[in-house]
C-alpha cells in the first residue's frame, strides 16, 4: 500500500477512534516496517460494546509480518508488536450471525460475528483478530 492507500485504509475506523489519535497511535509501528516489506493489509479487530462497536486493534500486514497495534482509549499508551509471518503454525476461524428481536419477536438487527485466532511457532503466542458488526461493515 502507497502512503495515500494507507490513509485511505485508516479513515474507515475513524468512526470508532478520533483520526488524531489513530494516526498517532499507529504512525510508529508503521515506521518500523522495512521498506522492502511495505503493508499490504489493514485489518480491524471490533467487539461489541455496551450499546456500540469497539475498535480494540488494528492488524498491519505485510509479506512478511503482522503488526498488531492494540488502541488505547487514554491518549498516552502506545501497545504494539510485530511477528513474522513465516512462523504461523496455526489458524482457527469461527464465524456466526447473531440476530437481534424486538418485543414483537422481529429481527430488528442481524450482526455477524469472527474470531480469527493465529498461532505462532508451536509456543502458544499469537494474535485475535475480532470482528462484530453488520455484514456491510465486513471488511474481510
Known sequence: MNTQQLDDALRQYEKY???????????????LFPGDDP????????IAG?????LTSLFFISKKLICEVRIKAD????????A????????????STH????????????LATAAIQVIFHYSGVGCNFEFSGTEEERTY
Open 39 to 46: 503493508v499490504t493489509n489493514v485489518l480491524p479487530s471490533i
Open 99 to 110: 440476530q437481534i428481536r424486538d418485543e414483537n419477536n422481529e429481527i430488528v438487527l442481524e
Open 75 to 82: 491518549g498516552k499508551t502506545l501497545d504494539f508488536d510485530f
Open 50 to 54: 455496551s450499546g456500540t462497536a469497539v
Open 17 to 31: 477512534v478520533e483520526p488524531v489519535e489513530l494516526a498517532r497511535q499507529s504512525a510508529i509501528a508503521l515506521a
Open 84 to 95: 513474522s509471518r513465516e512462523y504461523v503454525t496455526n489458524v482457527r476461524v469461527q464465524e
